[in-house]
């Protein structure tokens, strides 16, 4: 048993803490938030992820997984503390560090035996050595052993848990082997490829994974637009390079393009670093515009199908960024709903588990209770995201309820030759028919 302090309770310090105390070490999770501890401590989760209550639940009553807002507490005789706290992207797409250094100047004062200090936050390249003159400066001469390490988070939203538990593989970066090997030890029952490099590259690993992903998505939507101008279907076509080995079909599916807490954050806070250290991040710059662009092109269709935005009835399913999750960070519906209603529409929605979130955000918005409600009376739906429970709608009840029976298929989730059969007007992603989307 190792004990573990996991600083920050967000996404990626709470599945984290979890599951290592699932693996049976001694985890406190710590955070500042008041709120957000005492809802830990009721089991009351801050974020939804499949599985996560129960396990929190479960390591709770095991005695592994605390929860607490006393720092000294938490790092007293610590042998590993996770810094997970938030990296918020500043002015210009650099990532806000503030809550980094916090909790490194914590650790400086609070921590008097030997410590790994890990950053599970998604950081620039270069904090790591970063984080070492922090700590050291602010001990002010006094004597502490500890050592950093980078272990990049790859956890997708939705399936944390399981990346957790099952990776792909596990990164760790450090100037000190041991202290990197230190860390591998609590992976080694993960039986997955651990890559032990330096510091600096480890950072980079994260960040490349990211752009590299986002720019897959952004590639495939720049050809499904090719497809509807040319008359081809994207799906085809993702389907008939995936199979190619060199290619493989993951992260080809046109759509709305990328959003949430990771991607946009990340390529903007690479492009800003990469303008900083004087090269030219063009194809990066170019992999956000088309993302851009594809939220753009769903107001376009609309206003065309329509004559007009204005005082016109729109439905929204989804406004999560992705399935599985309540998570609305950077979710194409937020951009859809802004620029819709910025033309004057008015915007009923409905969502498995972003409500609460989505209330908060838009106070103009009428949520509703389920799919039905949303299309009744409205003149266009609008699919944002491809909720298992949207695949087997009832078209025709949706046919009768809506005021004009128009589809715009942000997710290539539903079949449109039999929607159009069926009397609606559909427009999917990249789907042209007759040469015409």
Not at 180 to 194: D, F, G, H, S
Not at 205 to 222: C, Q
Not at 372 to 378: I, L, N, R
């Amino acid at each position: 048993m190792t004990k573990i302090c996991v600083i920050g309770t967000g996404y990626v310090g709470l599945v984290t803490g979890t599951c290592f105390a699932d693996l049976g070490n001694d985890v406190v999770c710590l955070d500042v938030d008041e709120t957000r501890i005492s809802k830990l401590k009721n089991g009351i989760m801050p974020i939804y992820e499949p599985g996560l209550e129960q396990l929190v639940a479960q390591n709770v009553r095991a005695g592994r997984l605390v929860f607490t807002t006393n720092y000294p507490d938490a790092v007293k005789d610590t042998e590993i503390a996770f810094i997970a706290v938030g990296t918020p992207s500043g002015v210009d797409g650099e990532a806000d560090l503030q809550y980094v250094r916090s909790a490194a100047e914590a650790i400086a004062d609070l921590v008097d035996t030997p410590i790994i200090v890990v950053n599970k936050s998604t950081v620039p390249v270069g904090t790591g050595d970063w984080v070492a003159d922090v700590i050291k400066k602010r001990r002010g001469g006094k004597p502490l052993e500890f050592h950093v390490v980078s272990n990049p988070e790859f956890l997708r939203e939705g399936s944390a848990i399981n990346d957790f538990m099952n990776p792909d593989r596990v990164v760790l970066g450090s100037t000190e082997r041991e202290a990197a090997n230190k860390v591998a030890e609590l992976y080694l029952t993960l039986r997955c490829p651990i890559v032990v490099t330096d510091l600096r590259t480890a950072e980079m690993i994260k960040y490349a994974s990211n752009a590299f992903l986002a720019t897959r998505i952004s590639f495939i939507n720049e050809i499904g637009n090719m497809c509807e101008e040319m008359g081809a279907d994207v799906k085809e076509v993702a389907r008939g390079m995936g199979l190619d080995k060199r290619i493989g079909p993951s992260f080809l599916d046109a759509g709305l393009g990328w959003g949430g807490s990771c991607f946009p954050k990340d390529v903007k806070a690479l492009a800003h670093m990469a303008v900083l250290h004087g090269t030219h991040p063009q194809l990066l710059q170019a992999v956000m515009e088309i993302n851009r662009n594809q939220r753009r092109r769903v107001i376009v269709k609309l206003r065309k199908a329509l004559g007009g935005l204005n005082d016109r009835e729109i439905g929204v399913l989804g406004l999560a960024f992705k399935p599985n999750t309540d998570d609305m960070r950077e979710a194409p519906a937020v951009e859809l709903i802004h620029l819709l209603q910025n033309e004057g529409a008015h915007i009923k929605a409905y969502d498995p588990q972003a409500m609460e979130n989505a209330g908060q955000m838009f106070p103009r918005l009428t949520l509703c209770n389920n799919p039905y409600e949303v299309a009744e009376g409205v003149d266009a739906l609008v699919l944002a995201t491809e909720w298992n429970e949207f695949k087997q709608l009832d078209f025709e009840r949706i046919h009768e309820l809506m005021r004009q029976p128009i589809i715009m298929d942000g997710r290539n989730l539903w079949d449109g030759d039999r929607l159009r059969e069926q009397g609606f007007t559909y427009y999917g992603v990249g789907r042209a028919v007759n040469g015409q989307d």
